[in-house]
T-cell receptor
């Protein structure tokens, strides 16, 4: 079952912060975040595993609350380069295949100068 | 790495025609995936190869779809008797996955590298 992302779209000014949420009705084993710019390939951002760890690089970080089956992606002091569509992918089993990786419908982020 | 490449980038065809797409994964990657993406949606899994073996196929993949990965290198996805509903972006992704039993099986850390896709339009 497809995870639900919110909001569907967000517009912000350079330097502002944003949060993108991803939730599932199933118990999750891992959450994967990708960013896709228009006309380009989705690019891997990070993976979060069971255990509620928070990961990050640069000013993009994410958390995973396995009890609530939710993950949030935090973009701090947004840069123009952050614009794109963000997808979360969830895995709800220990299956040995990415078939179990189900993507949400995406959050379109636009950063204005 | 040179990245995942897909060919062609765009394909326009008439309903009923056959089309074939090619994907060249990152050379050392043993896993290859095909996904389909429609406007406003995330990628949907179609099929998966480990080396040359096709291990899984989605229920989305009708009998008109066939995929191959000869010698575990490049892969082709063929759609026969195309329908307008087949219009979509077809994405290929590859990854370096460890086979269960040969070491710690870290699927949880599996990172997919996507190609830029083939945009199919069926008229």
């Amino acid at each position: 079952q497809q995870p639900v992302q919110s909001p569907q779209a967000v517009i912000l000014r350079e330097g502002e912060d944003a949060v993108i949420n991803c939730s599932s009705s199933k118990a999750l084993y891992s959450v994967h975040w990708y960013r896709q710019k228009h006309g380009e390939a989705p690019v891997f951002l990070m993976i979060l595993l069971k255990g509620g760890e928070q990961k990050g690089h640069d000013k993009i970080s994410a958390s995973f609350n396995e009890k609530k089956q939710q993950s949030s992606l935090y973009l701090t002091a947004s840069q123009l380069s952050y614009s794109g569509t963000y997808f979360c992918g969830t895995r709800d089993s220990y299956s040995g295949s990415a078939r179990q990786l189900t993507f949400g419908s995406g959050t379109q982020l636009t950063v204005l100068p | 790495d040179t990245g995942v490449s897909q060919d062609p980038r765009h394909k326009i065809t008439k309903r009923g025609q056959n089309v074939t797409f090619r994907c060249d994964p990152i050379s050392e990657h043993n896993r290859l995936y095909w996904y389909r993406q429609t406007l406003g949606q995330g990628p949907e899994f179609l099929t998966y190869f480990q080396n040359e073996a096709q291990l899984e196929k989605s229920r989305l993949l009708s009998d008109r779809f066939s995929a191959e990965r000869p010698k575990g290198s490049f892969s082709t996805l063929e759609i026969q008797r195309t329908e307008q509903g087949d219009s979509a972006m077809y994405l290929c992704a590859s990854s370096l996955g460890k086979v269960r039993g040969t070491g710690s099986f870290r699927l949880s850390n599996e990172k997919l590298f996507f190609g830029s896709g083939t945009q199919l339009s069926v008229l």
